[in-house]
């Protein structure tokens, strides 16, 4: 068995200030919370969640949606959908509507001396986390399903404990 003995006074110095740096986790908090908004934004680009799944394709309805709010330079004279039109339509990714608004939108906050939170003020935010139902939510055009976009990959979880090591290193 080896052990050691944190007796000498150095030693319990450097403990200390682990400790006291540990008391107030904000600063490394915030570099956190702005790893974890770039990470976001990189899934809204791979449409793939956290756990690397990709998301649910938009459905038929969405895309419906999508392709009448079109102006009618991405039309022909019979209303359909001319070659720019179409492409448009065929690169429309999941989560992104018509501004991109989700995605705009996220941001971290640190709530207190050891938290930082994720996400969107917006008020879909939710659903488009975790999915529902029209017959939970009748305002719907259709089911939406799970598109999780917030949570932390194992490359965010490496990231975040490389972070957290580096600081409380550096007391």
Partial sequence: MLTFNLRTEAAQQ??????????????????????MVESTHQRFVSTTGPDGDAWAPN??????????????????????????????????????????????????QVLDDKTVGVGSPEPYAAMQQYGGTKAEFPHLWGDIPAR???????????????????YLSSA
């Fill in 14 to 35: 450097g403990l200390q200030a682990v400790l006291d740096r540990a008391q107030d986790l904000r600063p490394v908090l915030e570099e956190i919370g702005q790893d």
């Fill in 59 to 108: 459905s038929a309805a969405t895309l419906a949606n999508y392709q009448a709010s079109f102006s009618d330079s991405l039309r022909k004279k019979d209303g359909t959908l001319n070659k720019r039109g179409q492409l448009k339509a065929s690169s429309k990714k999941p989560l992104t509507g018509n501004t991109r608004k989700l995605d705009l939108t996220i941001n971290y």
């Fill in 148 to 166: 999780p976009y917030l949570g932390a990959s194992d490359t965010d979880k490496s990231t975040i404990a490389r972070l957290l090591r580096g």
